[in-house]
């Protein structure tokens, strides 16, 4: 303790203060030579804040990355590179105006450009049916119907071009092919929707080129969801000779045990159809049906015209059309484009 007093006597220590040394009574060994650094307790925080911004940052590239992934896929299957995208996904392409969405008028203005008039001529006759652009150089998806035995396809689209087109790949028993026009580029391309969301009630609109009228426009609402429909997988000569008779590609399917349009023949298939009462008449076929967002959600492909005479299709539309679900469409994209079923 003496020692101590000496020490806190010292000439240049006046500032120690040897009263800070005595507490009561008793004595504290001197202050360690940091003790007046303030921030030492804090130093150990410094790094726990700096790792913090760090870790959010790799989480948030981690998430862009998986995003990036996904974006990746999409376009590797538009492309064709083959990745593939679950039905559900929606494959982007013209868009709608956020004011023109939930309008007929809008909608039918933004995606007519991406509906097509196809003419398929044959040993037997021609037929005239419609088609959905889905690629900027001219892929198409219509019924196999429209173009099934087809010797020369013509396609033309909105503003008057025409082309010529082939046959990528044709599957008949979902009743669907996809053409390509030759020497296309730059076209707008459909969106093609969800049609698991699809609701009975909801309004439609259906595009196509019914009796050759390019580009007509019709609306109504969904009036039933999953009917089974019973149509004819290949295109037989006396129904090609019907259909050139008629005028118009009035094509004969079965549904709920009746038979519309004619004999469908030996050859069938049945596929889950959505049910429309917006206005398709022959030529309709291959064409669009369409929600109010503008996304495609059916192929529109089996209409009853009823007709007191059989060699005329003046008859037209009593509000009941069947369209294949584009869910169905775009689950067999790339068994279409690697040929399907010729």
Same mark, same amino acid.
């Given at each position: ?10 000439a ?11 507490? +009561? ?6 202050p360690?030579?940091?003790g007046?650094?303030? @921030? ?6 410094a ?14 590239? =981690? ?5 990036? +992934? !996904? ?12 990745t /593939? $995208? ?16 939930? %309008? ?6 933004a995606?007519?450009? /991406?509906?097509?008039? &196809?003419?398929? /001529? ?5 037929? #005239? !049916?419609?088609?959905v ?8 998806? #219509? ?5 099934s ?20 790949? %044709? ?15 730059? =076209?707008?391309?459909? #969106? ?8 009975? !009630? ?11 009228? /390019? ?6 609402? &969904? ?29 004969? *399917?079965? *549904? ?7 004999? $469908?023949? #030996?050859?069938?298939? $049945?596929?889950?159809? =959505?049910? %429309?009462? @917006? ?9 669009? =049906? ?8 059916? &192929? ?14 003046? @008859?037209?539309?009593?509000g009941?059309? *069947?369209? &294949?679900p ?11 484009? @690697?040929?399907? %079923?010729?």
């Amino acid at each position: 303790m003496t020692d101590y007093h000496r020490s806190s006597g010292d000439a240049d220590s006046t500032q120690q203060q040897p009263s800070a040394g005595l507490q +009561g009574g008793h004595a504290y060994p001197p202050p360690p030579s940091y003790g007046p650094t303030v @921030a030492a307790p804090a130093a150990p925080a410094a790094p726990v804040r700096a790792k913090r911004p760090v870790a959010l940052l790799a989480a948030v590239a =981690l998430a862009a990355a998986v995003v990036g +992934g !996904g974006s990746a896929a999409l376009v590797g299957q538009y492309t064709h590179s083959g990745t /593939t $995208t679950t039905a559900s996904s929606v494959i982007s392409g013209t868009p709608v105006s956020q004011s023109s969405k939930g %309008t007929i008028a809008g909608v039918a203005q933004a995606l007519s450009p /991406t509906i097509v008039e &196809i003419n398929a /001529t044959s040993d037997s006759g021609e037929a #005239t !049916g419609s088609g959905v652009i889905i690629t900027a150089d001219g892929e198409i998806v #219509t019924n196999n119907h429209v173009i099934s035995g087809a010797s020369t396809i013509k396609v033309r689209l909105s503003t008057g071009r025409s082309y010529t087109a082939k046959v990528v790949g %044709t599957d008949p028993d979902k009743d669907l092919a996809l053409i390509k026009l030759e020497g296309a580029s730059g =076209l707008k391309t459909a #969106t093609l929707g969800d049609s698991s969301q699809v609701e009975v !009630g909801e309004q439609v609109i259906a595009i196509g080129s019914p009796e050759g009228l /390019t580009g007509t426009v019709t609306s109504g609402i &969904i009036s039933a969801l999953d009917r089974d429909v019973t149509v004819a997988k290949e295109d037989s000569q006396s129904q090609s000779q019907e259909q050139q008779q008629a005028g118009g590609q009035n094509w004969p *399917f079965e *549904f709920g045990g009746r038979q519309f349009n004619g004999d $469908t023949g #030996t050859s069938k298939t $049945t596929y889950k159809a =959505l049910q %429309t009462d @917006a206005s398709l008449n022959p030529g309709n076929s291959g064409g669009a =049906l369409i929600n109010l967002n503008g996304e495609i959600v059916g &192929i529109n492909s089996a209409m009853y015209a009823p007709s007191s005479d059989s060699s005329s299709s003046a @008859a037209g539309s009593v509000g009941l059309g *069947f369209a &294949i679900p584009v869910n169905t469409v775009k689950a067999d994209l790339a068994t279409l484009r @690697a040929g399907g %079923t010729h």
